[in-house]
């Protein structure tokens, strides 16, 4: 595995190459940008942000939302992955910011992971996102590419993941990182087997992986 030091400049390096990139979900409220994230579990962002803006003209709010009936929502949001258990979450979720917090969308991990559909990932990408909270959250992308440059060990799990960069990086840095290492899982990580990568970066942490483990 590379040392911390080493995965700072990794991910360093990967923002130079990346240039600036930010959230790619497509919302105008934080309550609309929860239900974004919840639909885009298991679903690209792309998909997601074809459908939000026919839900969110039709159901722009908490009452309005938690009021729709679920075979509508499910018409509209069909072409994204697991979308039954999407439209009950998401009235869910609905009702529950409107009725119990006043349409106000938690500002805590806890808070968010309360409501339907919304796991620790979730969370994590509404308060970095929203309202600029050090979380850090880690999806497929970012997990593929941590393994692949050898922050984690290939078996680690996600909560792994993010202890990992977030107990390397200044809190300041989450979130550039967070779009960043998506971006770059997105360009990079799985594309070619390890002897036909063209990545220089991959490359390079490859070789100061194998420098690490000879002095070991």
């Keep these: 595995m590379l040392k911390d030091k080493q995965i700072v400049w990794a991910i360093h390096e990967m923002e130079e190459d990346i240039g600036p990139v930010g959230p790619s979900l497509d919302s105008r409220t934080p309550f609309q940008y929860l239900i974004s994230v919840i639909l885009s579990a298991q679903a690209t962002d792309v998909s997601v942000n074809k459908v939000t803006p026919t839900l969110f003209a039709k159901y722009p709010n908490p009452a309005d939302l938690m009021a729709a009936n679920v075979n509508d929502v499910e018409l509209i949001i069909k072409s994204v992955g697991l ?24 500002t805590d991990r806890k808070g968010i992971m309360a409501l339907p559909g919304a796991g620790r990932k979730t969370a994590n990408v509404v308060l970095s996102d929203v309202f600029g909270e050090p979380t850090f959250a880690v999806d497929t992308h970012v997990s593929a590419i941590s393994k692949r440059l050898h922050f984690v060990e ?4 996600p909560l792994q993941v993010e202890k990992k960069i977030v107990g390397v990086l200044a809190p300041e840095e989450l979130h550039r990182a967070h779009h960043t ?19 220089q970066l991959i490359i390079d942490c490859d070789k100061l992986n194998e420098e690490n483990e000879a002095e070991i």
């Design 181 to 199: 290492m998506i971006e770059y899982g997105r360009m990079y990580s799985m594309k070619l087997s390890p002897d036909k990568e063209v990545c």
């Design 83 to 106: 979308f039954h258990n999407k439209a009950k979450n998401i009235i869910k979720t609905a009702r529950i910011v409107h009725e119990e917090l006043n349409d106000v969308v938690p």
């Design 154 to 157: 290939q078996t680690a799990s």
